[in-house]
């Protein structure tokens, strides 16, 4: 492991297990567990599902858009997981209990909150009132990947501005 790398999880560890620690608590433990459930897509298709079927071509265009920018994210995401080799802090430090399934092995960036700042990005650029309910979900996502003893809290902000980056360089080339 890199020693910058090596250096910023030692920073982060006590950060992490003070989170994790509140996984012990079912009523703790289970909404992060859900929410990173949803997060892992099934709120982002159904919204697109949604919009298109309250909005018609309108709402095509904006699903497609948030697909579009989202794919860009996801080869993003790889790379840059496969750079860095960051192994996850419930792998890394004893005392942080994984949370919830692991779709894949390295921890940096959180594809869940990139993803979900993407999303948001995209979808509250067209329909503002949207955020209402976006930015909350956004933030409990971001949230739940700490929580669950699956990513450093860099690894999560990391991801939030590259996915408000990738988020409004789509809608100025897309738009």
Request: some cysteine; overall charge positive; charged content about 15%.
């Amino acid at each position: 492991m890199r020693l910058w790398l090596q250096q910023l999880n030692e920073l982060e560890v006590p950060f992490c297990r003070a989170w994790s620690c509140s996984i012990e608590r079912r009523w703790v433990h289970r909404p992060f567990a859900v929410v990173s459930r949803l997060g892992d897509g099934v709120f982002w298709y159904g919204l697109i599902a949604v919009l298109i079927l309250i909005k018609g071509r309108e709402g095509l265009a904006v699903g497609l858009h948030m697909l579009a920018t989202s794919f860009v994210a996801l080869v993003l995401y790889k790379s840059l997981k496969h750079a860095t080799r960051r192994e996850r802090p419930c792998h890394y430090a004893v005392g942080i209990v994984q949370g919830a399934p692991l779709l894949d092995r390295y921890s940096f960036p959180s594809g869940h909150t990139l993803q979900a700042v993407v999303f948001t990005t995209v979808a509250v650029f067209y329909y503002p009132g949207l955020a209402l309910i976006l930015v909350p979900f956004t933030l409990l996502v971001a949230s739940s990947r700490i929580v669950l003893g699956l990513h450093y809290p860099s690894d999560v902000l990391v991801a939030s501005i590259l996915g408000l980056t990738l988020g409004y360089t789509s809608i100025v080339v897309l738009r």
